[in-house]
């Protein structure tokens, strides 16, 4: 039996105009560092890119504040050996484990990286939807997908073996994943009244995995859109140019 396709949800990072929701962007950092952290990096994700136009935009205080928590491997010193030191906000988010080998051997299977992920999954949309798609600009497969495996953890059907250390989950290929249920109702407290529930949790930490796997979509979005105007107005200007041109030659 095959997976189903993820529902397509409403994001206010869709479409030709659509841009992040700095408190959803804010609250989905804080479900990814009190919940995913613990198993998943964020390697490509330097502690002040948070505080950049078009991302969650943390101030420079919180941001120093928020590298200081974390320990940087840096060195070598004078010693010739290496040594910890309070993050800063030029530091990347540190690995999650040593390596790779120890990852797996935590976890059953290695988690992920999360820096690129909501560009990383995508799903099959098949004749002719993947070619409507690029007119209608649904650009959110991944971050549909991520919503749809973080609220996927159902009863196995009828009959289905789910192996020892494994869990099921609807939207996982094959559905055996490795990543046991990682949000329940009430787990992270939200300063702003957003609902505490696994759905909203589901919801801000992957717009927050999409800023983080393009975090120049806003101004991306807003240059194309200029280019696309520019390019209207030059094509007129040719055309009426090239009719002034050539008038009398029949
Ligand atoms: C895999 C997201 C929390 C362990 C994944 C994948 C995503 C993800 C998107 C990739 C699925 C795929 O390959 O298509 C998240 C998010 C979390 C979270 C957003 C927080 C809300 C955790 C936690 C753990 C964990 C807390 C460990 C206790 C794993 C493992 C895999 C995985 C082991 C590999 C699964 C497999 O390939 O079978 N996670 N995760 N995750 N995650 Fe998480």
Redesign the pocket.
Known sequence: EGTPHPPQEEWSFSGPFGGFDRAQLQRGFK??RE??A???GLNRVAFRNLGEPGGPEFSEAQITALAAEYQITDGPGEDGEMFDRPGRPSDRFPPIYPNEQA?AAA??????D?SL?AKA?TYERGFPLFILDIFTQYQTQGPD??HA??TGYTEPPQGFEVPAG?HYNAY??GH?????K??SDGQVTYDDNAPATVDQ??RD??AF?MWAAEPHMEQRKRIGFQVMIFLIGFALLLYFTKKKIWHEVE
Do not use: E
């Open positions: 479900v990814y919940v995913c613990s198993c998943h990852a976890n059953g299977k290695a988690p992920p999360l992920i999954r997908y991520i495996l973080l494994t996982f290929p055996v994943i490795a990543m046991a990682p949000l949790y589901a930490v992957t995995l």
